[in-house]
């Protein structure tokens, strides 16, 4: 087991005070996972589990330890509406956060990327309008946050207007 970073038993208990604070089952249920994820990064884990849903497709996928990831994962669970852009899938998410080292305009069918313009997660899985040839392009640089499951064409079920939750997987 690797060791806990500085300050991160303090931060720890700063959210613990806040959910109290807020009461309710469901804030503590909420601080539960969100420990749970953030303890796992912290002891050395190299990845986090989540789920990307709407009524019809629940897609799966993995986060990497980055500073937006974690961001990403305090805001979760978190519910949106889908825009599609060519063969990408977009939507909002209430994160703030700056490019990071490796952020990129070009990647892998499948990403899991976060474009700090419009602090949005992105899910290419094809061209969009600015690829050249095949690629997936986005329209700018964006945070690589991991790779969904399975097969990337699976994201062209998201649905321009859809309603979709990311979660947090309990596994």
Not at 44 to 73: F, M, N, Y
Request: charge should be negative; include cysteine; glycine fraction near 10%.
């Amino acid at each position: 087991m690797g060791a806990v970073r500085p300050g991160f038993r303090e931060h720890l208990g700063e959210e613990l005070a806040r959910a109290h604070g807020a009461g309710g089952i469901h804030c503590v249920v909420r601080f539960i996972d969100l420990t749970k994820a953030l303890v796992s990064l912290a002891m050395g884990s190299i990845t986090v589990r989540i789920q990307i849903a709407t009524k019809s497709i629940a897609i799966t996928g993995e986060l990497c330890d980055t500073p937006t990831a974690r961001k990403v994962i305090e805001a979760l669970p978190h519910t949106s509406r889908v825009s599609v852009w060519g063969e990408e899938a977009y939507f909002s998410l209430p994160v703030r956060a700056t490019l990071e080292k490796g952020a990129n305009d070009v990647v892998e069918p499948g990403t899991i990327c976060f474009w700090v313009q419009g602090n949005s997660l992105a899910l290419p899985y094809g061209p969009t309008p600015v690829s050249v040839g095949k690629e997936c392009r986005l329209v700018t640089a964006v945070n690589i946050l991991g790779r969904i499951d399975g097969d990337p064409r699976q994201l062209a079920l998201l649905g321009q207007g859809d309603e979709v939750t990311v979660s947090l997987l309990d596994e």
